[in-house]
């Protein structure tokens, strides 16, 4: 199980952290990525890190402004995000995988959290 925390609302150009934390004994996770859906849009990848933290892999749109890292003593993935947008304001939701590290594909991942609402003012 996965759950996603830290969504708000924040003014333009500020900055907001998310958490994903997973549970379950007989949850073993390789993989840990964070996506988006837009109003009105299909979900979109925003970033992806490896069981260790060192592979990272962001979209085009965020790189630079966001970054993902993981605690994994604590099963947890953040997203912290800066320079905010309004573009970026989305439902936001973690996926976890079993199987394989950074991925962008979100036919790949095993888990996902329930999403939770950035909203970003002009």
């Known amino acids: 199980q996965l759950q996603a925390s830290g969504g708000g609302l924040v003014q333009a150009g500020g900055s907001l952290r998310l958490s994903c934390a997973a549970s379950?004994?007989?949850?073993?996770?390789?993989?840990m990525g964070w996506y988006r859906q837009p109003p009105g849009k299909e979900r979109e990848f925003v970033g992806a890190i490896g069981r260790s933290g060192v592979n990272l892999y962001y979209a085009g749109s965020v790189k630079g402004r966001f970054t993902i890292f993981r605690d994994n003593a604590k099963n947890t993935v953040y997203l912290q995000m800066s320079s905010l947008k309004p573009e970026d304001a989305a439902v936001y939701y973690c996926?976890?995988?079993?199987?394989?590290?950074?991925?962008?594909?979100?036919?790949?991942?095993?888990?996902w959290g329930q999403g939770t609402q950035v909203t970003v003012s002009r």
């Open positions: 996926a976890a995988a079993g199987g394989v590290g950074v991925a962008t594909m979100d036919r790949v991942y095993d888990y």
């Open positions: 379950g004994s007989s949850f073993s996770i390789n993989g």
